[in-house]
């Protein structure tokens, strides 16, 4: 896991590049490395976060040994010693997986893509053909950013911040920002928050040569899944399934530095738990964490230590209190470059912070369940042929459009939902995974793991499982008024009676409620703050100061809309970024 930087074409400036790695050097802080191609047309920086092969041999950016190929890469290549093996006549120098993913390019070219099981984002240099390869995994786990000039060269990096150290303006995308605070949506497709800042589809790789670049996607999970439901009968689906669980948590514990696992109180940290007692054994001792609020409301402590109860893992319990959101804001806004997930997200880099001070540098996670077996409860509006919401466990409106200037409003673009399958829940599935919700969450949640310098493997996310998941029919997901029917099922033989069955809670916090009481203060200093921004251009002022007293008089359940205004003053309280906004 680390931070990668590069510039390609004329506009290539060892200085920006060098900049560009200070930048990032949160993601990376082992070691640092630049390559300068010798034309001038190229240069990759690398901040390293080591994992696996701690010797100086894992240092990026990492050559083929006629010097022909350079790669830095961010992320983790979970079956690097299956495809070593099978690339038994490469000379390799090292053991680390950068390494193979040189010499299955050099063997394969752009089609060993296909063959890699990880997280990743990648430069590659091809001195000999002057080329720059730039990839990223089938979902998006791992960042990569671009911005074009005129002149036909190109800025990359892992993180917004870094492509602003070299030189590229900040100015604010007004009809991203009015998508979001219209209607919540973002990380949908290739554009950011910010003008001229591009983000590389999930699932696809960009080719330059010659001052010219194109985008290809490589990976999309239905096309992989096709149109058919799986035929099979449920025990089949079930031992293949189970079959797969077991080695993704194998694959996932590779490394030469401490793992451990964050758990919720939900039925996927439980199957996540008891997937790691059955790979490595009931004896297994690798540290767990998990994050509280003190309200009981919300806290899932008894439902964790439930889970805990008959291993050896050690918890540590890691607090989140109104009093430290504050700096713990700023300090996670300045990593995360557009708005995040609210107060959840601030939990969650607690949980990070704790990690790392005790010295666990690999955190495993859940995340991805949801969204491949129909956990959300408004999939059952999909299973009945509707058009389904995208809030989880609200009543109120997450947003209000009535807030924003008719002026942003005419600048807001059609949202256009993916219908690749016949039939309504599983498109629902697929705008979770590919524009809505995974999305998102893997963002927030690379840059607060990055920003303790953690690492966080998701392994519900490895491909295999989802696409096997998402071929299964309605009746092996929802049955009644509960998702993930077959997975519980195959949960209940790895965890603690009753977990299993427990409802689907959203990971919350006391948001709402911090938001009207001890925070109130805060949040309407930002508030004020952003409407001095931007108000009058995006915001009406009355309008949002009416909402917003309103809220505070206890009405409505939904605190998202106050925080998209909060999101606005982290973001653009800057003279320059404001004068940009109005503009």
Known sequence: MCGISGMVGPGCQPSGLRAMVEAQRHRGPDDEGVFLAPSGRAALGHNRLSIIDLSAAGRQPMATPDGRLQLVLNGEIYNYLELRAELGDYPFMTGTDTEVILAAYLRWGTACLD????????????????????????????????????????????????????????????????????????????????????????????????????????????????????????????????????????????????????????????????????????????????????????????????????????????????????????????????????????????????????????????????????GYDYYREALRGGTPGLIQGSRSPATHADCLTPELSQLVPPLDAPRPFPDALRNAQYRDLCQTKLPRALRFNDRVSMREAEELREPFLDHRLVELALRQPPERKIVGDQGKHLLRSIASELMPEGLAEAPKRPVQTPQREWLRGPLREWAETGIESALQAVGGTWLEPAAVRTRWQRFCLGEGDNSHFVWQWISLALLLNTPSTARAARA
């Open 115 to 374: 063959r890699l099981i990880g997280m990743f984002a990648f430069l590659l240099w091809d001195d000999r053909e002057q080329r720059l390869l730039a990839a990223r995994d089938r979902f998006g786990v791992k960042p990569l950013y671009y911005h074009a000039s005129p002149d036909g060269s190109l800025v990359l990096s892992s993180e917004i911040k870094a492509l602003w150290a070299a030189g590229v303006p900040r100015v604010p995308d007004a009809g991203r920002w009015g998508a979001y605070l219209a209607s919540g949506v973002c990380d949908h497709d290739g554009g950011t928050f910010w003008d001229g800042v591009t983000r590389l589809p999930a699932g696809a790789f960009l080719d330059w040569q010659g001052a010219r670049y194109r985008v290809t996607r490589w990976y999309d999970v239905a096309d992989r899944v096709g149109q058919e439901w799986d035929g099979r009968s449920v025990g089949e689906v079930r031992e293949e399934y189970t079959g797969l669980l077991r080695e993704t948590i194998r694959l996932r514990f590779r490394s030469d530095v401490p793992v451990g696992i964050s758990l919720s109180g939900g039925v996927d940290s439980a199957t996540l738990l008891g997937l790691v007692a059955a790979v490595r054994g009931p004896e297994d001792d690798v540290q767990a964490f998990t994050f509280v609020t003190g309200d009981p409301r919300y806290d899932e402590l008894p439902w964790v230590e439930r889970a805990l109860a008959r291993t050896r893992h050690p918890l540590t319990v890691c607090r989140l209190s109104p009093d430290q959101v504050p700096a713990l804001a700023e300090s996670v806004q300045e990593v995360e470059d557009e708005p995040f997930g609210g107060i959840p997200t601030l939990a969650y880099a607690r949980v990070f912070e704790e990690a790392r001070a005790r010295g666990v540098t690999v955190l495993l996670d859940g995340q991805g369940m949801d969204e491949q077996w129909a």
